[in-house]
Nanobody
Framework: QVQLRESGGGLVQPGGSLRLSCAAS????????MGWYRQVPGKERELVAG???????NYSTSVKGRFTISRDDARKTVYLQMSSLKPEDTALYYC???????????????WGQGTQVTVSS
């Protein structure tokens, strides 16, 4: 079974920076798209940033220019570098990935458990 493990969340002051990491584990043959989502209680989960296996990226309008998504396929890890953080960025951040396991012909979507990011002075 595939597992996505996140780290790097925490409390930071406005204008500060954090780097989130998400490492995939399991019998994995291929990881296609990966992404970061965030959710505030009572609100829908929204896409923050995505990255394809080829390295193409996309960002939500609210974070473009401040956040950078990247991946290290050797480590099966995706990162989210967050800079110039705002209170509005406070949310539970989730890692997401499309993964094909070694024993399967099919690709499935997986979610991490979420890591809290709080931006407050």
């Amino acid at each position: 079974q595939v597992q996505l493990r996140e780290s790097g969340g925490g409390l930071v002051q406005p204008g500060g920076s954090l780097r989130l990491s998400c490492a995939a584990s399991g019998s994995i043959s291929r990881i296609n798209d990966m992404g970061w989502y965030r959710q505030v209680p009572g609100k829908e989960r929204e896409l923050v940033a995505g990255i394809t296996s080829g390295g193409s990226t996309n960002y939500s309008t609210s974070v473009k220019g401040r956040f950078t998504i990247s991946r290290d396929d050797a480590r099966k890890t995706v990162y989210l570098q967050m800079s110039s953080l705002k209170p509005e960025d406070t949310a539970l951040y989730y890692c997401n990935a499309d993964v094909r396991q070694t024993w399967s012909l099919y690709i499935y979507n997986y979610w991490g458990q979420g890591t809290q990011v709080t931006v407050s002075s």
